[in-house]
T-cell receptor
């Protein structure tokens, strides 16, 4: 079983829709969590970090559920420009030397249509 | 700041050839890493480094070597290219202090091995 799992989609939604993605992780020692966005044939870019208390950035809301070991991303009022692949990233950190191991999910594809 | 730069952008190799993918960052980040991205597989960690002179293996290190002689540079060497190494390679960097560990990615190198 892969350590970080995401539904690959694609999620095909109309403009203005609300869409949610989940990501589950298997390592209970995971310490930090992120959502990245990747446009076709481009590098991933940070969308938002995910905090235990949940956090919101405009139309985007991220939640972390440590007990059930999943994180979620909610996008409200979808725009055409939100079409991309959304990558879930989970880091397991080590206390000495600043080392950490990031694990990426395979990504969820979102297509927003007019 | 240029951020994270990678060269070359595209490369075609014949089986058995060797080459070095270059990666540099100007953000004084301690942590640098190399990933490969294959269709349907997400990003997989090849090697990473927490500072000059310190490197370690990731999930898929076989066939690749790295070294870190300076904070800025983290080259990836393919010792004897194989068709299975056809992929898109991303270099990334981040701070290692603090909670965030946000990674900044280079634009990628698209490698084809024939």
């Amino acid at each position: 079983r892969k350590e970080v799992e995401q539904d690959p989609g694609p999620f095909n939604v109309p403009e203005g829709a609300t869409v949610a993605f989940n990501c589950t992780y298997s390592n209970s020692a995971s310490q930090s969590f992120f959502w990245y966005r990747q446009d076709c044939r481009k590098e991933p870019k940070l969308l938002m970090s995910v905090y235990s208390s949940g956090n919101e950035d405009g139309r985007f809301t991220a939640q972390l559920n440590r007990a059930s070991q999943y994180i979620s991303l909610l996008i409200r009022d979808s725009k055409l420009s939100d079409s991309a692949t959304y990558l879930c990233v989970v880091n397991v950190g080590f206390s000495s030397g600043g080392s950490y191991i990031p694990t990426f999910g395979r990504g969820t594809s979102l297509i927003v249509h007019p | 700041n240029a951020g994270v730069t990678q060269t070359p952008k595209f490369q075609v190799l014949k089986t058995g050839q060797s080459m070095t993918l270059q990666c540099a960052q100007d953000m004084n980040h301690e942590y640098m890493s190399w990933y490969r991205q294959d269709p349907g597989m997400g990003l997989r960690l090849i090697h990473y480094s927490v500072g000059a002179g310190i490197t370690d293996q990731g999930e898929v290190p076989n066939g690749y070597n790295v070294s870190r002689s300076t904070t800025e540079d983290f080259p990836l060497r393919l010792l004897s290219a194989a068709p299975s190494q056809t992929s898109v390679y991303f270099c990334a960097s981040s701070l290692t202090s603090g909670f965030s560990y946000e990674q900044y990615f280079g634009p990628g190198t698209r490698l084809t091995v024939t």
